[in-house]
């Protein structure tokens, strides 16, 4: 999987905020990518812009075979639903749906999956990121380092090629952020997913394999 990004900045508009400014990059497919740097630099806006939410006012960005640039919004949001699985600081999990019908979400709005089959995927995923004993609870009953495997486990149920993790841990203790992290580590040595995070934190970025560096905007230094 092609994802690339060439000379791509973001402009925010409304309070002339230059958040990205000629960003180029490319990834590969299973590329464990952290994306580092001070609060403001740009890092949720990147991660935005390689997920398919947001659009960069200048530059290119290829996602396979296609300039996204030039997308219609139809395609794009079909594209990010069946490409791109998405971990939150804040776990963003539905309220009033249980762990098993969170999980499921991501083939329910695919609608290709018959019943029995997506419900044998979320039961095999459940158990990986280790829920299987939490299918019926609902989000305020579970811990947060359960609530983020089970994040986890709806970012990766259809098989997306690029999962995209702001702050994944951001909102964790360092024991549940590191089981999160080894989650993820795992999921991209096993299916070869590409893994874009950003944080805050040193510890996160060792578990990942190319540590890019932002400033102001900018990429200013990487290293694997
Ligand atoms: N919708 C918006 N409108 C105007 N400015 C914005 C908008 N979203 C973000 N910004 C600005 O763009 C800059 C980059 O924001 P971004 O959220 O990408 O930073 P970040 O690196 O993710 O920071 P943090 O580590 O605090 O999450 C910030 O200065 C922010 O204030
Ligand atoms: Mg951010």
């Keep these: 999987m092609n994802l690339e990004l060439r000379a791509v900045s973001k402009k925010y508009s409304d309070h002339d905020v230059n958040a990205l400014r000629e960003v180029s990059l490319h990834f590969s497919s299973g590329d464990f990518v952290a994306v580092c740097g001070p609060s403001g630099c740009g890092k949720s806006t990147l991660l935005n812009i390689v997920g398919l939410m947001d659009k960069p006012t200048m530059g290119t960005v290829i996602f396979g075979d296609d300039d996204i640039t030039s997308l219609a919004d139809e395609k794009l949001t079909r594209l990010r639903g069946e490409r791109i699985g998405f971990v939150f600081q804040f776990f963003n ?50 811990s947060g380092g359960e609530m983020q495997r089970t994040a986890i486990a709806r970012a990766v149920i259809h098989k997306p090629k690029i999962v995209v993790a702001d702050e994944p841990t951001g909102n964790l203790d360092s024991e549940n952020g590191n089981l999160v992290l080894e989650l993820l580590k795992q999921l991209n040595q096993a299916e070869g997913q590409t893994i874009i995070m950003a944080t805050h934190s040193l510890e996160a970025a060792s578990y990942a394999s190319r540590r890019i560096d932002m400033r102001d905007g900018k990429v200013l230094s990487e290293a694997r």
């Design 93 to 142: 999990l539905l309220s009033t749906m249980t762990v098993e019908e969170n999980v499921a979400l991501p083939l329910e709005i695919q609608g290709r999956a018959k019943p029995q089959e997506i419900k044998s995927r979320v039961s095999n995923i459940l158990e990986r990121v280790g829920m299987s004993h939490r299918v019926g609870f609902y989000p305020s009953q579970l």
